[in-house]
């Protein structure tokens, strides 16, 4: 949780750094440009643009983060949708400042329609694709114990034969978790690659607000999973009697 708050620190300092000190070779796409192609920006309402998002976007971070800590249940879902379109925005509205594509009615300039698709339509497509994993990664848990295996869907997912199956455990708390490896942590939801304190190496799908969890082993690796309470309980049965 504290990586939020991290986070939103970060972004005032940058937005500080590039407002507020007017450092703007961190903004990369003036730093790319020639010195004629800057003499065509501007550079100060572009500076101003991204200056007030993220300290807009580092504040709703760290104010979050202190909710939490102080026992408030805080979505971190929306706050994590709203930061990234507020971003993929601020990407598109800075390129208005940018005097090689519009010209001083803020209307794009002749024949640079093209090359400001093409910039934009990168924003886009990265801003879908963000959002399309943090839906995704919070969707409810399916997993179904077929007459061979046991199958988890969804992003990540996985097939584990029962044969396979080495050792089965109800878990009432979930082992600290130290690294995450190669997947998805999204406020409560874990999905993916993770590293566990006493466990090591284990493949999560894993919403923290429900208290209770089963943990699959195979030669090969650990799985920890959970849903509301009254389906984990149907899954367990099935797989003690499998």
């Given at each position: 949780?504290?990586?939020?708050?991290?986070?939103?620190?970060?972004?005032?300092?940058?937005?500080?750094?590039?407002?507020?000190?007017?450092?703007?070779?961190?903004?990369?796409?003036?730093?790319?440009?020639?010195?004629?192609?800057?003499?065509?920006?501007?550079?100060?309402?572009?500076?101003?643009?991204?200056g007030v998002v993220l300290y807009f976007d580092g504040f709703m971070l760290i104010l979050a983060t202190v909710l939490v800590f102080l026992g408030v249940d805080v979505p971190f879902t929306p706050i994590i949708v709203v930061l990234i379109t507020?971003?993929?925005?601020?990407?598109?509205?800075?390129?208005?400042?940018?005097?090689?594509?519009?010209?001083?009615?803020?209307?794009?300039?002749?024949?640079?329609?093209?090359?400001?698709?093409?910039?934009?339509?990168?924003?886009?497509?990265?801003?879908?694709?963000?959002?399309?994993?943090i839906l995704l990664s919070t969707r409810p848990l399916d997993v179904e114990a077929n007459e061979d295996a046991l199958v988890i869907n969804g992003m990540y997912g996985t097939t584990i034969r029962y044969d396979e199956i080495v050792e089965v455990?109800?878990?009432?708390?979930?082992?600290?978790?130290?690294?995450?490896?190669?997947?998805?942590?999204?406020?409560?939801?874990?999905?993916?690659?993770?590293?566990?304190?006493?466990?090591?190496?284990?493949?999560?799908?894993?919403?923290?607000?429900?208290?209770?969890?089963?943990?699959?082993?195979?030669?090969?690796?650990?799985?920890?999973?959970?849903?509301?309470?009254?389906?984990?309980?149907?899954?367990?049965?099935?797989?003690?009697?499998?």
């Amino acid at each position: 949780m504290w990586l939020y708050g991290f986070l939103g620190v970060l972004l005032i300092a940058f937005g500080i750094l590039i407002h507020g000190f007017k450092q703007y070779r961190w903004i990369s796409k003036y730093n790319r440009m020639t010195n004629e192609e800057k003499m065509l920006v501007d550079i100060t309402g572009m500076a101003k643009l991204m200056g007030v998002v993220l300290y807009f976007d580092g504040f709703m971070l760290i104010l979050a983060t202190v909710l939490v800590f102080l026992g408030v249940d805080v979505p971190f879902t929306p706050i994590i949708v709203v930061l990234i379109t507020s971003l993929g925005f601020m990407t598109l509205f800075m390129q208005r400042y940018d005097g090689n594509l519009f010209d001083e009615n803020h209307k794009l300039k002749k024949g640079v329609f093209k090359k400001f698709l093409k910039s934009g339509s990168v924003t886009v497509i990265a801003l879908v694709a963000v959002l399309a994993m943090i839906l995704l990664s919070t969707r409810p848990l399916d997993v179904e114990a077929n007459e061979d295996a046991l199958v988890i869907n969804g992003m990540y997912g996985t097939t584990i034969r029962y044969d396979e199956i080495v050792e089965v455990q109800w878990l009432d708390t979930l082992p600290n978790v130290e690294m995450r490896t190669n997947g998805a942590a999204i406020g409560p939801h874990l999905k993916g690659h993770f590293k566990l304190e006493s466990l090591g190496a284990a493949k999560l799908f894993v919403n923290k607000k429900f208290e209770r969890f089963i943990l699959v082993r195979t030669q090969d690796q650990v799985i920890i999973f959970n849903m509301d309470l009254e389906s984990l309980k149907h899954i367990y049965d099935q797989l003690m009697q499998k």
